[in-house]
């Protein structure tokens, strides 16, 4: 944890969680407006905005993109070196059915690429951080700890079942055809259905494997979940296994991914064949 950013940006994020979770504690209904996207959003997701909109450029001065603000076309974004890419509230829907499971997400892009991440659960109070190079942390109860990927040695010493991480809202029945498929060759599989960015800490920190992804997401919602993952040793890429790239098109729409945990399991070899016959 010797990066100069890293504990101030969970500071910040932490901040953001806060105003969070005054709406979250609120006892009458949060108002909801729906994006162009048909996307909720709400007060909740503008309060944090409003934080991390503030408290980024001194940090470090370059510009804020966030999910909640107004994005400059590609022709003034593609001269950005680098930028803070932001999703103030990861999970609204989480957030309005009360599991919890909702986070803050900041990343630092460099060149196209997520150099920095911090994720973070307001209800918990636990943190995720580290980027490429600098290793990956999380942090609780104001402390600071490593996390790795599980390695698939790792696993099949402890006899555990291989694990997907998937959303459960979007893409359940992709996941559930890939998770028959894999268990020809790895065994028991089993699939946990997490909310928001919090998917990638679960591959980060070893609790699963793979996050694959057969439904849409935008670039704010996994430039930190990539950084930290690729901190703990895993990887983000597209079902064609290229890296997944940022700032690089009018749109911010990713193409379906995976969150590959152990670096050195031969995934492409494995998953390439799945991916595109399920993409």
């Keep these: 944890m010797n990066h ?18 005054s709406f979250y504690h609120r006892g009458d209904p949060l108002p909801v407006m729906t994006k162009q996207d048909r996307s909720p959003v709400t007060e909740a997701d503008y309060s944090a905005h409003r934080v991390l909109a503030a408290g980024l450029p001194d940090l470090l001065a370059v510009p804020v993109l966030s999910e909640e603000s107004e994005p400059p076309s590609l022709d003034v974004r593609v001269h950005w070196g680098s930028y803070w890419l932001v999703d103030p509230l990861d999970g609204t829907r989480e957030f309005l059915d009360g599991n919890d499971e909702f986070t803050v997400n900041i990343a630092l892009v460099e060149s196209g690429m997520p150099s920095l991440g911090v994720i973070y659960v307001p209800v918990t109070g636990i943190g ?119 700032n690089s098109k009018s749109d911010f729409l ?26």
């Design 128 to 246: 995720y951080a580290g980027g490429p190079g600098l290793g990956a942390f999380k942090y609780k109860n104001q402390q600071w700890s490593e996390i790795q990927v599980r390695t698939e040695a790792q696993r099949r010493l402890l006899e555990e079942p291989f694990r997907l991480v998937a959303s459960r809202r979007h893409g359940i029945s992709e996941v559930s055809r890939l998770a028959e498929r894999l268990r020809c060759s790895l065994g028991d599989v089993v699939i946990s259905e997490v909310g928001s960015s919090l998917k990638f800490c679960h591959v980060a920190e070893g609790y699963a494997d793979l996050y694959p992804r057969f439904a849409p997401t935008s670039e704010w919602d996994t430039a930190a979940g990539q950084a930290i993952l690729e901190a703990a040793g895993g990887c983000v890429v597209g079902l064609d296994f290229r890296p997944l790239a940022y």
């Design 4 to 21: 100069p950013f890293l504990k101030d940006i969970m500071a910040l994020a932490v901040d953001a969680g806060k105003s969070i979770m």
């Design 254 to 279: 990713n193409p379906f991914f995976y969150g590959l945990g152990d670096g050195a399991f031969p995934w492409q070899n494995l998953l390439t064949t799945l991916g595109d016959d399920l993409e």
